[in-house]
C-alpha cells in the first residue's frame, strides 16, 4: 500500500465510520458477579500480534469474516522478534492477495525484560516453516503505538483492538495517549490464565500464561487502564473441544481456498509435534464474530508483576479494588470449531470488506489485475502449498 493512501486511510477514518457499537448489557449472577454479554455489529478492528501460529491462523479467521472491518495491523515482539512477527502479518497478507491492510512494527521487547521467544514451539520462521517468501508490502511508517492512536482517536468509541501477543504496544500506547482506553469500544485479548476451568493453568511456567508472563508490566498498565477489556485465557483456549485435531486437519486439506491450504499447513506443524494445535488467538477474535460462543464473568484481575516463580500469574482477586475485567471463564468449544472452519474453508467474496477506504481482500486469481507482481508472488506461493 502506498504511503499516500495509508494516509489517507488515517485522515479520513471518521468519514468512513458508522456508528456500529452497541451498549454491553448486563444483568446479575446469583454468586455476585456481574455477567456480561455484549453485541456488536460490524467491529471495525485493529489488530495487535506476534505471528506466531495460531496469530496466523486468527489472521486468516479475520479476513475471511465479513462481518468485521479491518484497518490496520500493529506487530509486536513475542512468539518471534518484532522484525519476523512484522515479516509474517505481511507474509500472511500477500499471500492472501491483501494489499490495502497497513502493517505499523511495534515494540522489540517487553517493557522491563529481554524477549524470550517461542521459536521452538512455532518453527524457525515463526510460521512452522511454511515456506511463504518474504513480503514485498512496506511497512506503514508510524510506531505501533502512534498507529494505533490515531486510527482510534479519529473514530472515538468505534473501534474494537485485538491484542493475540504481549501487551507491550497496547501499554505503550495507553501511555503515550492518555485518553485512549476511553475511545476503545473494547479491548479483547488473548492472555492469562485464571483458573476457571481445569485447563486454567499455565503454558510458559506452571501457572503463567506466555503473553502475559512475556511482559506482566504492560499487562498491568492495561489492565488497570479503565478500558472495556475482555480477557480470552488458556482455561477455554486448552480446553480440547477448542482444539484442531487431525479429523479437522483432513478437513481442512481437502480445502480448495487458499486460507484452507495456508491454514492445513501451519496446524500440521503443530498437530505433527504436539498432537492437537491449540486456537488461542483464533478464540480471541472469535468474540467479535459471535459473543454467544462464551461465558464472561466480570472480575478483577491481579498481574503478578515482580521477578520469581510466579511472574506473569493472572489471579482473579476479590478483594483487588482494580477495574473488572470480562474473563472467559467457558467456551462451547463444538461450535467456536464450527464456526472457524467454516470461516476458514468458505470461498471469499465480494462481501468481504477490509481496510477503511478498501471494499475487500483481493483473492490471489484476481491480483493480476493490480500488481503484477504480487500476483507472481502468490501464484508460485499457492503452487507450493499445493504440494
Ligand atoms: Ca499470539
Not at 468485521?68 to 518471534?80: F, H, K, P, R
Not at 504492560?218 to 482455561?235: C, E, K, P, T
Not at 479437522?248 to 509435534?273: C, D, F, N, S
Not at 516463580?309 to 470449531?337: C, E, K, M, N, Y
Request: aromatic share 6%; with cysteine; glycine share 6%.
Amino acid at each position: 500500500m502506498k504511503k499516500s493512501k495509508v494516509r489517507d486511510c488515517l485522515l479520513t477514518t471518521d468519514k468512513c465510520h458508522s456508528a456500529r457499537s452497541e451498549e454491553s448489557k448486563r444483568d446479575s449472577s446469583p454468586i455476585g458477579l456481574r455477567m456480561t454479554k455484549r453485541v456488536a455489529k460490524h467491529p471495525q478492528v485493529i489488530l495487535d500480534m506476534d505471528p506466531g501460529i495460531d496469530d496466523a491462523l486468527a489472521l486468516l479467521l479475520a479476513l475471511n469474516s465479513p462481518e468485521i472491518q479491518i484497518l490496520g495491523i500493529s506487530t509486536v515482539a513475542g512468539n518471534a522478534s518484532v522484525e519476523m512477527t512484522s515479516a509474517n502479518a505481511r507474509r500472511v497478507l500477500e499471500y492472501m492477495g491483501v494489499t490495502n491492510i497497513p502493517v505499523a512494527m511495534g515494540a522489540a521487547k517487553p517493557l522491563e525484560h529481554p524477549l524470550v521467544n517461542a521459536l521452538s514451539y512455532h518453527g524457525s520462521d515463526g510460521l512452522g516453516e511454511c515456506g511463504l517468501p518474504s513480503p514485498m508490502l512496506s511497512l506503514h511508517p508510524a510506531k505501533a503505538w502512534d498507529f494505533i492512536a490515531q486510527l482510534v482517536s479519529g473514530a472515538p468509541g468505534e473501534i474494537t483492538l485485538v491484542a493475540t501477543g504481549p501487551l507491550t504496544n497496547v501499554a505503550h500506547a495507553f501511555k503515550l495517549h492518555p485518553e485512549l482506553p476511553k475511545f476503545l469500544t473494547k479491548l479483547v485479548f488473548m492472555g492469562g490464565a485464571y483458573g476457571l476451568t481445569p485447563y486454567g493453568k499455565g503454558n510458559q511456567t506452571p501457572l503463567a500464561e506466555f503473553n502475559i508472563w512475556q511482559d506482566p508490566e504492560a499487562a498491568y498498565i492495561v489492565l488497570n487502564s479503565g478500558a472495556v477489556i475482555y480477557a480470552v485465557g488458556l482455561d477455554v483456549s486448552t480446553n480440547p473441544t477448542t482444539c484442531l485435531n487431525n479429523q479437522h486437519l483432513e478437513q481442512l486439506k481437502a480445502g480448495h481456498t487458499p486460507a484452507a491450504r495456508l491454514a492445513a499447513q501451519l496446524a500440521e506443524y503443530v498437530i505433527k509435534r504436539h498432537g492437537r494445535c491449540e486456537l488461542h488467538d483464533p478464540l480471541a477474535l472469535a468474540v467479535l464474530l459471535d459473543t454467544s460462543l462464551f461465558n464472561f464473568i466480570s472480575v478483577p484481575v491481579e498481574i503478578v508483576t515482580r521477578d520469581g516463580w510466579d511472574r506473569g500469574i493472572t489471579h482473579i482477586s476479590p478483594s483487588d479494588s482494580s477495574q473488572l475485567i470480562h474473563v472467559a471463564a467457558g467456551v462451547d468449544g463444538a461450535r467456536f470449531l464450527k464456526l472457524f472452519l467454516s470461516r476458514i474453508l468458505r470461498t471469499p467474496s465480494n462481501t468481504t470488506h477490509h481496510s477503511g477506504p478498501f471494499a475487500r481482500p483481493i483473492i490471489p486469481s484476481e491480483a493480476k489485475n493490480l500488481d503484477p507482481s504480487l500476483s507472481l508472488r502468490v501464484t508460485k506461493t499457492t503452487s507450493k502449498l499445493e504440494k
